[in-house]
């Protein structure tokens, strides 16, 4: 099973990636004002999973990705993949179990407050 991973991009933007039993980043959305915004995306997209659409691209150097398009609307874009096997692979999972993944929220740091481990000299 994956799970979905709520995080803050270094704009201060909000996405979320669907991540494979592995650990590997296989989708990630496109930016989001709020963390809302993400949850309820991921609610609309699994409530209606059957209506996505999956458009394969290639880059110029040859590499393979998907776009996720709901009613002509891109929701994000997979990673890069070396071969047409890996691509399948990779949309298969998406597919199998994006609906059943749990949302892991990365947003909030706990380690702020904490004192630092060596004191300057």
């Known amino acids: 099973m994956g799970t979905l991973v709520i ?3 270094e704009n ?3 996405k979320y990636s669907y991540n494979n039993r592995k650990g590997n980043t296989i989708f990630t959305s496109n930016s989001h004002l709020s ?9 609309v997209l699994k409530k209606n999973f059957s209506s996505l659409n999956f458009i394969k691209y290639k880059t110029p150097a040859g ?11 891109v929701i994000g874009n997979s990673r890069k993949f070396t071969t047409p096997l890996l691509l399948e692979k ?3 999972d998406f ?5 059943n993944s749990e949302i892991l929220d990365f947003t909030e740091s706990i380690f702020e407050d904490l004192p630092p481990i060596f004191e300057t000299l």
């Open 95 to 99: 597919e199998k179990n994006f609906v």
């Open 35 to 43: 963390k809302v915004q993400c949850i309820s995306e991921i609610t």
């Open 7 to 9: 995080s803050i991009k």
């Open 12 to 14: 201060g933007k909000y």
């Open 63 to 73: 590499k393979l990705y998907f776009k996720i398009v709901v009613n002509d609307f």
């Open 90 to 92: 990779g949309m298969n």
